[in-house]
């Protein structure tokens, strides 16, 4: 991996009023060639937060000893994840069932680099909601009970992001933008339908057992805010198919962003490009003001 090296950010005070208040992404993969970086780059570097979470699935450790994959742009997101701490925003790591292995550490209350390690967390809107911020694992039977039938899940799954690729680059030869076929496929399974309102249900319930009036997952790919019961609902999505996440504004209103479509980037620019980009930069500018709402706004409450 590439030495992280330092970056440039506005101080928290700095950019007071320009930054949104909370910013929640989760299910990054890094260390996937699913993964786009690149994205995620242009991401945090045009996006600051008081409060960063991380809402599981950073880092891929189930393609820890087959099919590993980490370019430069895998390293900039690190870097500028770690710059953010620095500069003063409380970034918070909620592991997920991808990246188990940092729960072993959970029982320490670690904080590295400015990184604060949590099984889950209690965030509190601006407005004063109380949001239930968890991986979402917890309540997938499949992942829970049978780590075996999760595994090859999880095959068929990158297997799909595989044909996904090869179905977007002859797209993108013949002139066509990104389409999602792993998306679709998803869709059109109604078990999987199915299992993703079970989730959901799951989730909702057991934040309105503890008494909050909303929670934030990710897991499962798929980025909703909605009402379950007395609760909101919210995924924040993910960062190998939608490239979204869940953002919270100064006056609490809680919105979920489609960062391709409201940065205008196109999901058929060559990858490459991108990765050479960030192999050249040994520092970034600084952090600029979010862009107000408009075109990639997917809901908000």
């Known amino acids: 991996m590439n030495a992280i090296a330092p970056l440039n950010l506005p101080t928290r005070s700095a950019q007071a009023g320009d930054r949104y208040r909370s910013i929640f992404i989760s299910d990054l993969h ?3 060639r699913g993964c786009r970086s690149d994205f995620l780059v242009d991401f945090l570097r045009n996006n600051g937060c008081e409060h960063l979470y991380l809402v599981g699935d950073v880092i891929d450790g189930w393609r820890l000893r087959k099919s590993w994959y980490w370019d430069a742009t895998h390293d900039e997101v690190l870097r500028l994840i770690l710059a953010h701490a620095r500069a003063g925003t409380e970034v918070t790591y909620i592991p997920g069932n991808h990246d188990e292995m940092f729960r072993a550490w959970l029982p320490l209350g670690l904080e590295i680099a400015g990184v604060r390690l949590r099984q889950d967390a209690t965030h509190v809107t601006a407005d004063g909601r109380r949001l239930l911020v968890m991986h979402g694992d917890e309540f997938d039977s499949v992942v829970r009970y049978a780590r075996f039938l999760a595994l090859l899940g999880d095959w068929a799954y990158t297997a799909a992001l595989v044909a996904n690729r090869w179905f977007n680059a002859a797209r993108r030869r013949l002139g066509y933008p990104y389409w999602s076929l792993s998306a679709w496929l998803k ?18 319930h057991e934040a309105e057992r503890r008494g909050y009036d909303g929670v934030v997952c990710g897991h499962i790919h798929h980025a909703e805010m909605r009402k379950v019961g007395r609760v909101m609902y919210i995924n924040d ?7 979204t996440a869940l953002v919270e504004h100064h006056d609490g209103r809680l919105e979920l962003i489609d960062w391709a ?10 990858r490459g490009a991108a990765i050479a980009a960030a192999a050249a930069r040994t520092s970034g500018p600084a952090v600029a003001p979010p862009v107000p709402a408009r075109a990639g706004a997917l809901q908000s409450v």
Do not use: M, N, P, Y
């Open 237 to 243: 999505g993910d960062w190998v198919e939608s490239c």
């Open 30 to 32: 890094l260390g996937t």
């Open 261 to 270: 479509a409201r940065a205008g980037l196109s999901f058929h620019t060559s």
């Open 187 to 204: 869709r059109q399974v109604k078990e999987a339908v199915k299992a993703i309102d079970r989730f959901e249900s799951a989730v909702a």
